[in-house]
T-cell receptor, first 114, second 114 residues
Framework: DSGVTQTPKHLITATGQRVTLRCSPR?????VYWYQQSLDQGLQFLIQ???????AKGNILERFSAQQFPDLHSELNLSSLELGDSALYFC?????????????FGEGSWLTVV | AQSVTQLGSHVSVSEGALVLLRCNYS??????LFWYVQYPNQGLQLLLK??????LVKGINGFEAEFKKSETSFHLTKPSAHMSDAAEYFC????????????FGSGTRLLVRP
């Protein structure tokens, strides 16, 4: 158990819909990362928050957004969903987002768009 | 930009045989390197990491990796494969910007034959 908690574990939704994925980082970790894992793209970095502020943005679509709340939990919002958005979405956390810090991953949220 | 290349999307070994999973990196500065394992339907678990303290890094489950600067490599080895080692293995390098996010290789699926 990494200590990173993600909900829901599985989600099936229709095209055009909107979903919210939730993440609780390890206790005390200030930095939260979101990754997308798909068969054709592999593990892609989406976005990072550090202590409530966006720190880095990767290959995140404009239809997707995220935020980190004062209690440090984070949400990833996916809207106008398309079939190609079906993937495993990981949340990860690290203590201070410093070089060499271990990044701990949650179990992921499986999203299926039908 | 940092990057890693994993040679071989699939590696098959017999139980008891040596496991060798290859990873080469590209980095503009001394890198921080990681190996993660993903068991079926699970999240990413850290096997080991290199942070310049020692070139031979020992990890969990009998795995180790050797950092070779001259070869820009960080190959993962285990002397004797076990059936429970069957999983996907990812090599990653820490980004050098303020995010310190992980840049992942494409992964290598390890198959262990009885």
């Amino acid at each position: 158990d990494s200590g990173v908690t993600q909900t829901p574990k599985h989600l099936i939704t229709a095209t055009g819909q909107r979903v919210t994925l939730r993440c609780s980082p390890r206790s005390g970790d200030l930095s939260v990362y979101w990754y997308q894992q798909s068969l054709d793209q592999g593990l892609q970095f989406l976005i990072q928050y550090y202590n409530g502020e966006e720190r880095a943005k990767g290959n995140i679509l404009e239809r997707f957004s995220a935020q980190q709340f004062p209690d440090l939990h984070s949400e990833l919002n996916l809207s106008s969903l398309e079939l190609g958005d079906s993937a495993l979405y990981f949340c990860a956390s690290s203590p201070q987002g410093s070089s060499g810090n271990t990044i701990y991953f949650g179990e992921g949220s499986w999203l299926t768009v039908v | 930009a940092q990057s890693v290349t994993q040679l071989g999307s699939h590696v098959s070994v017999s139980e008891g045989a040596l496991v060798l999973l290859r990873c080469n990196y590209s980095s503009s500065v001394p890198p921080y390197l990681f190996w993660y394992v993903q068991y079926p339907n699970q999240g990413l678990q850290l096997l080991l990491k290199y942070t310049s303290a020692a070139t031979l890094v020992k990890g969990i489950n009998g795995f180790e990796a050797e950092f070779k600067k001259s070869e820009t490599s960080f190959h993962l080895t285990k002397p004797s494969a076990h059936m429970s080692d069957a999983a996907e293995y990812f090599c990653a390098v820490s980004e050098v910007d303020s995010s310190y996010k992980l840049i992942f290789g494409s992964g290598t699926r390890l198959l262990v034959r009885p």
